[in-house]
């Protein structure tokens, strides 16, 4: 069953991402908090370390190329980002108590590094000059303080629904 | 053999890596054009963002519904009070247009850069990491949308059309930090200011209106619009209002902040003004695509 209901999950949060976006920015008092979704690659990051890191390999490479035609037209850059997150994520998850705590945990540590990464890479083809202390304030602490609620919320769900399908998968870790 | 296989896995995440690298930079080259796979791929993915859409509209509506019921008896206490106002503002504006339209014919003039076809379009997405600030609408060419045109909101201008495909179209709002975004405007007072919109101040979130004559005085509160001699965008589409005036970074001409009308939050129905005079190639700052190229 989860050979379609991975692919089905995928498409539905990478079309719900953008609707969420409309919300974003927020201003809440008078200064604007920019929440980007990650439902995607959050997801991933769960499918990574739940289930198995090639078939998250895949639909990162699949759905950031989609991201990258779609929003961002630089091809290349989410579809790089989306599995080499999985990689590293599958790598640091042997090395750490395997639960839900510790991969949510992981999850957001990987998502801060990917929203520096971005920024970093933004600033470089100068599509930003947003100082870095702007960058902390408004957008990489909302967009992980939501993103933490989303994986609170489905975490267990994302979860459940992997570890069921696979007795096994302890075995599994690792590249291939 | 674990050494053969790494040193194998390392030559493919090289070659992996030089490729994208490549692929970045061909795509950041030439970002306005899309080849057919890109094009087919934002079609497909953009018939898919309106079926989610839809209902996500839906909810925001229901939302908005409630937030207006709250405040209905508060607003309709306004609004009696200016709808006395509004019968003797109808009436000066009836009289003013036929005016309009007898002195044009007299003059002879058919041709107006006000004048323009509006499409009706829905956001159907955000771009979600906002990085850079866009919309992808549910219009494209097959509806006459084409490159460069102005896209509003009932507030003002909020961005232009950069890419095109059949049936999508994606705006990037006035609010980006590109810095070949260029928007002719002029404020309105007793004698028009001629100005460019060129960049955001993101910290301030207001528009940058420069290159005004180091002469003119302008006033805080001052309303900018948009000058329709850019080329492409229609006259008249308010754009914001002034708020403070400066001296540019080499002391020539003035600047000034300007408070965007538009709200760019919760963006949900736009519409994209297809002007009626005649377009000029490139963006809307006036320049041909030899002077471009030169410039």
């Keep these: 069953m989860i050979r379609f209901l991975v692919p089905i999950v995928c498409l539905v949060l990478f079309f719900v991402e953008p609707i969420f976006g409309l919300f974003s920015p927020l201003s809440i008092g008078g200064s604007l908090y920019y929440v980007v979704p990650r439902f995607l690659i959050l997801f991933l990051i769960f499918l990574t370390v739940f289930y198995e890191l090639r078939h998250a390999l895949f639909y990162g490479l699949f759905f950031g190329l989609l991201y990258d035609v779609f929003y961002i037209d630089i091809i290349g850059l989410y579809s790089f980002l989306y599995p080499a997150v999985c990689l590293i994520a599958a790598y640091f998850f042997k090395k750490i108590p395997q639960n839900l705590l510790s991969a949510t945990l992981l999850a957001l540590g990987l998502l801060l590094a990917m929203e520096v990464a971005l920024y970093l890479f933004f600033q470089l083809i100068g599509l930003t000059d947003a100082p870095a202390g702007t960058f902390l304030t ?17 975490g267990w769900v994302f979860r459940s629904m992997m570890v069921t399908q696979d007795p096994q998968r302890g075995t599994k870790f690792g590249l291939y | 053999m674990p050494q053969f296989l790494s040193n194998k896995r390392l030559i493919l995440l090289l070659i992996g890596v030089i490729l994208l690298v490549a692929l970045i930079s061909l795509t950041l080259r030439d970002r306005g054009q899309v080849s057919l796979p890109e094009q087919i791929v934002k079609e497909a993915v953009g018939a898919g963002q309106s079926v989610f859409s839809r209902p996500a509209h839906f909810v925001t509506g229901v939302f908005d519904n409630i937030d207006s019921l709250i405040n ?4 309709n206490r306004l609004l009696k009070a200016r709808l006395e106002e509004f019968a003797g503002v109808q009436a000066e504006v009836t009289d003013l247009r036929s005016e309009n339209e007898e002195l044009k014919e007299l003059v002879g003039k058919e041709e107006d850069l006000r004048e323009y076809n509006p499409i009706q379009a829905v956001v159907i997405a955000r771009n979600p990491d906002q990085w850079e600030e866009k919309i992808i609408l549910n219009r494209g060419t097959n509806h006459g949308v084409k490159e460069n045109m102005a896209v509003m909101t009932a507030g003002g201008l909020i961005g232009k059309v950069t890419i095109v495909t059949p049936t999508t179209s994606t705006v990037e709002l006035v609010t980006t930090q590109n810095p070949n975004y260029r928007v002719s405007a ?3 007072g007793e004698d ?18 420069k290159r005004i004559d180091f002469s003119v005085d302008l006033k805080e509160g001052d309303q900018v619009v948009s000058s329709g001699l850019g080329g492409i965008f229609p006259k008249g589409i308010v754009i914001g209002e002034i708020t403070e005036v400066t001296i540019d970074e080499f002391g020539l001409t003035k600047l000034a902040y300007v408070k965007p009308a538009a709200d760019f939050s919760m ?11 005649p377009e000029v190639d490139g963006e809307d700052s006036g320049m041909t695509e030899d002077e471009e190229e030169e410039s």
Excluded: C, K, Q
């Design chain 1, 138 to 154: 408004s957008r990489l602490w909302p967009t992980l303080i939501a993103n933490a609620l989303y994986l609170g919320l489905l």
């Design chain 2, 72 to 75: 209905t008896f508060e607003e």
């Design chain 2, 186 to 188: 002029m404020v309105l």
């Design chain 2, 192 to 209: 028009d200011v001629f100005g460019l919109i060129e960049g955001y101040d993101a910290e301030r979130r207001e528009l940058l209106l």
């Design chain 2, 267 to 277: 963006l949900n129905h736009v519409v994209i003004a297809d002007r009626l005079a």
